[in-house]
């Protein structure tokens, strides 16, 4: 299960696996992640990049597919994803996990949003 703290609420979310992406701030690009999440934390597996730029380069081994970079990661799990919610940057993070509604998070001027693994009530 997976929990979000976002505007002060705590949702969990019956999933093991979502995507999460954006839009970079500067470079105006789709940027989107694929993580994996379980007891021993939330693990970055893959990733697709639509452009390079702006101290944002895609990770070595990426190759170019359709006009994206593309890439494989292999990455220690990490117990909590902190998300930035700057509200400046024109669009927050999309979430999305298998048999669930996309949600959007951190849009607005907030405190950051805190994703996590945490165990079924």
């Known amino acids: 299960m997976i929990c979000i703290l976002a505007a002060g609420k705590t949702m969990a979310i019956a999933a093991t696996a ?9 470079e105006k690009t789709r940027w989107e992640e694929q993580w994996q999440a379980g007891p021993a934390g939330l693990t970055v ?3 697709r990049i639509e452009g390079s730029g702006a101290g944002m380069e895609p990770p070595e081994g990426a190759r170019l597919v359709d006009g994206a970079y593309v890439y494989t ?3 220690a799990p990490i117990p909590e994803l902190v998300l ?3 509200g400046a940057t024109g669009g927050g993070w999309h979430f999305c996990a298998k048999d669930t509604p ?3 998070l951190g849009e ?3 405190e950051p949003v805190r ?7």
Request: glycine share 4%; aromatic share 10%; net charge neutral.
């Open 18 to 26: 979502f995507t999460l992406s954006w839009t970079h701030s500067v």
């Open 102 to 104: 996309c949600i959007d």
């Open 115 to 121: 994703l996590n693994w945490c165990k079924a009530p």
């Open 45 to 47: 597996t893959q990733g």
């Open 73 to 75: 990661l292999d990455r």
């Open 108 to 110: 607005a001027a907030a």
């Open 84 to 86: 930035a919610a700057s």
